[in-house]
């Protein structure tokens, strides 16, 4: 059974940095891509960035692009989201998302089979 479990959530003022984890377990994730997705209140859940374990291929939205980082850590069976300049406009609850056998990155939720609960960011202006 595939578990992803988020953390590294918190309250953070503008400008600020934080870096999220997701601990993956249950699997083998070589073949997975790795999404960051988040949900501010009211919004639909939105695509953040995407990593392929296996190839490092990674992909961004363009709202993050220069700011945020994904990366993984093959030993820990973790993946980072590196967040740095954070925006009010970041404040939402951030999810990782796990996509099996897939050589491709997709930005769309219902790509992805597997979800963690969720950790909340909040950036104060």
């Known amino acids: 059974q595939v578990q992803l479990v988020e953390s590294g959530g918190g309250l953070v003022q503008a400008g600020g940095s934080l870096r999220l984890s997701c601990a993956a377990s249950?699997?083998?994730?070589?073949?997975?891509?790795m999404g960051w997705f988040r949900q501010a209140p009211g919004k639909e859940r939105e695509f953040v960035a995407a990593?392929?374990?296996?190839?490092?291929?990674?992909y961004y939205a363009d709202s993050v692009k220069g700011r945020f980082t994904i990366s993984r850590d093959n030993g820990k069976n973790t993946v980072y989201l590196q967040m740095k300049s954070l925006k009010p406009e970041d404040t939402a609850v951030y999810y990782c998302?796990?996509?099996?056998?897939?050589?491709?990155?997709?930005?769309?939720?219902?790509?992805?089979?597997?979800w963690g609960q969720g950790t909340q960011v909040t950036v104060s202006s």
């Open positions: 998302a796990a996509d099996r056998d897939n050589p491709y990155l997709s930005i769309s939720r219902n790509e992805y089979d597997y």
């Open positions: 990593m392929h374990w296996g190839a490092g291929t990674t």
């Open positions: 249950g699997r083998t994730f070589s073949r997975y891509a």
